[in-house]
């Protein structure tokens, strides 16, 4: 992927939980988790935890730091003047790409949660892309799935795929609801980045989005950079 330009017809999302840029190490370093994502040469990248909890949940990333991302832009699902996202999930965006359409939404369950998706005019054509975070119970995920997936028929019909960390250990059980809808893909482990043990992180993909190759990113600072390593998936329409 050395061509910096959008490949007509195929698009690189990533998912990167990158806990509010607080490294492996103890150290928060912003600079670095842009390091991870410029590697990846993505064309979208949703974001879990990319705002600090506290006050008006400022960015993890600042926005000096964003800038070195050449040729990506923030959506705007801030959830306040400092944010970058909304209950931490964020979501940025090659050049080209439109965005038509922000929704956002809370979250049932035992935690505060929220999810994102944004409507997107890209060079494939015509798509809609999620954010998730979900719960830490299999209880809230269940609710939280239902919700989303309520919300999500209540939209306009367009080719979807979600994405993010979805706390589910289980490569069995757990996703029933969003299985029914949506192919689940688990690229790889990715938590813990140190030494990886669950698929934490997966993409789910909708009718007429195909997946033509995914993987978890390994590379260094990856490693360092959060407790999670980032995943991808090249996508094309059907």
Known sequence: MSDPHLRPGRLRLVSYNIRKALGTDRRRNPARVCNVIAALEPDIVVLQEADLRLGARPTAIPLTE???LSGLRAVDFG????????HGNAMLVREGIEVSGLHRMVLPGFEPRGAIAADLETPAGPLRVGGLHLGLLRGSRRLQLTHILDEL???PQRPTVLAGDLNEWSERVGL????KRFEIHAPGRSYHSRRPVAALDRIATGAGVVVEGSGVWHEQPAPAASDHLPIW??????
């Open 66 to 68: 964003l800038s070195q």
């Open 176 to 179: 029933g609801r969003l299985a």
């Open 153 to 155: 028929d209540r939209m």
């Open 233 to 238: 998936a090249d996508l094309r329409h059907a």
């Open 79 to 86: 959830q306040s003047a400092k944010s970058l996202g909304w």
